[in-house]
């Protein structure tokens, strides 16, 4: 599978952003879809994860104002980010968690999947 993220950008405080994930390649590979974030001199966290079935898990970090859906029709994966903070500043990953891997689908674990390219969220005054 393919990831190619964009949508990233830079805001202020309290501003939004739509990050969407194009997927291509086999997709019936994926148990798992999502994004994780890495800042730099940070370790990876993982933001959200949707598995095959829509079901989603947030970290708590962006709970209640970050909204994961995916487009099975378009292949597309969307992070809808809302009241975007400083501490959000980060290169944001789309990543995929193959059929058969031994991690569940959940927000702390789509940081071990496959990703992509990555895509630059910057939240600043």
Avoid at 5 to 18: F, K, M, N, T
Avoid at 38 to 65: L, M
Avoid at 101 to 116: L, N, P, Q, V
Wanted: aromatic share 8%; glycine share 14%; proline share 3%.
């Amino acid at each position: 599978v393919h990831l190619a993220e964009s949508g990233g950008g830079s805001v202020h405080p309290g501003g939004s952003l739509r990050l969407s994930c194009a997927i291509s390649g086999d997709t019936g590979d994926s148990q798992c879809m999502g994004w994780f974030r890495q800042a730099p001199g940070d370790e990876r966290e993982g933001v959200a994860a949707i598995d095959n079935d829509g079901r989603t898990d947030y970290a708590a970090s962006g709970k209640g104002r970050f909204t994961l859906a995916k487009d099975s029709t378009k292949n597309t994966l969307f992070l809808q980010m809302n009241n975007l903070k400083p501490d959000d500043t980060a290169v944001y990953y789309c990543a995929s968690i193959p059929v058969g891997s031994r991690y569940a689908c959940r927000a702390f674990t789509i940081k071990f999947g496959i990703e992509g390219q990555g895509t630059q969220v910057t939240v600043s005054t």
